[in-house]
């Protein structure tokens, strides 16, 4: 991530401890709830403000035939169902803001089903720095997984109501490797490198069940998994040794069973031709990452691109004045909550896209 230079000090987020895991040291120091009111909004936080202008300066350049290819700088969603309530926002990084530069992190908020079924989805990812599509890249990104999860949402809302994890594990591993195989397929229809049409992919499911509290991340690709509980911020992504799954080979793996249900388990040693459509099997790329956790009463649970990730993890400052933010009974408002992601530090200036959940 091209970043402007800073001089705060690393300070990583607390990390969260599974309970079956072994006890490990917290080094950093615990971030007490505030006793006043919250702080009033900051436009930055950190050793002094940042190099750009806070406001958007350029517009990406437009073609009069391809106007469907313009991207909003920043793009607002929320809702409340069951026992949480969801804001959302994705806004164009200072760096794009000044360069006229599209924004290369996309957002997908939506629902599938009604009443106590419905799931909501919550999508985000992030295209490759540096190449023209990268803003196509992560928006199919967003709409391949939204609709493998929409087809699929009856089946999940009862996985995740029962509690089989392993089922959900596998099921949404075989579903991300899918969608993101679509955008290698995509990449050779277009006659260019892979990695020139790629994007990192990070999603929330929500059941809208009241008496489900039961939250699952899945995704591949940098960006961060926070929780603010008590006061004090957890930093929950699953780490390279903690994740939940098998590295999603090549991004377009073949799937694990037909169209018909039919699990595909042998392998009759017949070398097959490489394929456009189907790409060779590559060296594992970005390992797949799950978690599903349960939510108590009070949490916040963030989750977002590496545009906020790495100030959260880099400046002590931006996480205690959003713990000042969000730790009161009520979840902010659209506007405030996209004021309080736009709280800017110096030496970071790339898109920024979260969700976070507040409990009920």
């Keep these: 991530m091209a970043t402007e230079p800073s001089s705060a000090p690393p300070h990583p987020v ?14 950093p120091s615990r971030i007490e709830l505030p006793t006043a009111a919250p702080p ?9 403000p940042p190099t750009y202008d806070a406001e ?11 106007l469907d290819d313009l991207v909003a700088d920043t793009v607002l969603d929320g809702a409340h169902y069951g026992a949480c309530s969801l804001r959302a926002v994705s806004v164009r990084g200072d760096s794009a803001r000044y360069r006229g530069e ?23 990812a992030t295209g490759a720095r540096a190449t023209p599509g990268a803003h196509r890249a992560a928006a199919e990104a967003c709409h391949w997984i939204g609709r493998a999860v929409g087809r699929s949402h009856a089946r999940l ?16 591993h075989r579903l991300t490797d ?19 049409y790629a994007a990192t992919l990070r999603c929330l499911l929500l059941p809208a069940d009241p008496e489900c509290r039961t939250r699952v991340f899945f995704g591949v690709g940098a960006g961060g998994l926070f929780r603010l509980r008590d006061g004090e911020w957890h930093d929950i992504e699953p780490s390279v040794g903690d994740i939940a799954g098998e590295p999603v080979v090549g991004f377009g793996s073949l799937p694990h069973e037909t169209p018909e249900g039919d699990r595909l388990t042998m392998d009759l040693g017949i070398p097959t031709p490489p394929s456009p459509y189907e790409p060779a099997p590559e060296p594992p790329r970005e390992p797949f990452r799950f978690r599903a956790s349960v939510a ?13 990730a790495e100030p959260l993890r880099g400046e002590p400052e931006l996480c205690k004045y959003l713990t000042g933010r969000w730790s009161g009974p009520t979840p902010p408002g659209l506007a405030a909550f996209l004021a309080d992601t736009q709280t800017r530090v110096k030496g970071y200036a790339d898109d920024r896209t979260a969700a976070a959940v507040w409990e009920a």
Excluded: N, W
């Design 14 to 27: 607390a990390p969260a401890l599974a309970a079956s895991s072994p006890a490990r040291p917290a080094t």
């Design 40 to 48: 009033l909004h900051l436009d930055y936080v950190g050793s002094g």
């Design 56 to 66: 958007p300066t350029a517009l990406p350049p437009a073609d009069p035939d391809e």
């Design 102 to 124: 599209p924004r290369r992190d996309s957002l997908l908020t939506a629902r599938f089903g009604s009443g106590e079924q419905a799931l909501i989805l919550v999508a985000m």
């Design 157 to 172: 809302s009862e996985d995740i109501r029962a509690a089989r994890r392993g089922d959900l594990k596998s099921g949404l």
């Design 178 to 196: 899918r969608s993101l195989g679509k955008l290698r397929a995509g990449a050779a229809e277009q006659g260019i490198d892979p990695e020139e």
């Design 296 to 308: 108590r009463p009070g949490d916040t649970l963030l989750m977002c691109t590496g545009g906020l």
